[in-house]
């Protein structure tokens, strides 16, 4: 590969990495060509963009764009692959589905929500980070969980007030 192709390659991904706010860095070699076919379907209907790396163009690519990536470096050894996501959480949820049936693939390291997570260990992790959809639907829901608590309260109080006002009413007949 000459030179100019190589830096083509390198502008490219590091491109892909500032358009991209989350990566998965994973092994999917010995995959045989249907479960990889498979794979690049899942990632697809994800809206996942799944690409074979070379690792040492990546790591050009990765010190290019001025990211604290060195904690990924050492894990950039043997066949990797890349996943590119808008979602934090989503590359982890297919790679555990998708391991229920295959034995690849094995999760290499993450950028996420700019947290560095380096091992296949940390994918139970990954699968638990919340988007930043759920976080806001969190916070609305603790928001409005007060005002429900007083709203709830007030009709309750309501309804004794005018029970009791009701009976006293009546008394005095």
Known sequence: MRHEEKNAIIDSLAEKLKEYSHFYLTDTAQLNAADTSLLRRKCFENDIKLMVVKNTLLKRALEQTNGDFEELYPV????????FTQTGNGPAKLIKEFRRKHDK????????????????????????????????????????SPARNVIGALQSGGTTIHGVLETLSKREE
């Open 105 to 144: 693939p094995v999760l290499k390291g993450a950028y996420v929500q700019e947290s560095v997570y380096v091992g296949d260990k940390m994918l139970d992790a990954l699968v638990s980070v919340k988007t930043k959809k759920e976080l806001i639907g969190d916070v609305i829901f603790m928001l409005q």
């Open 76 to 83: 950039l050894k043997g066949a990797t692959s890349i996943m």
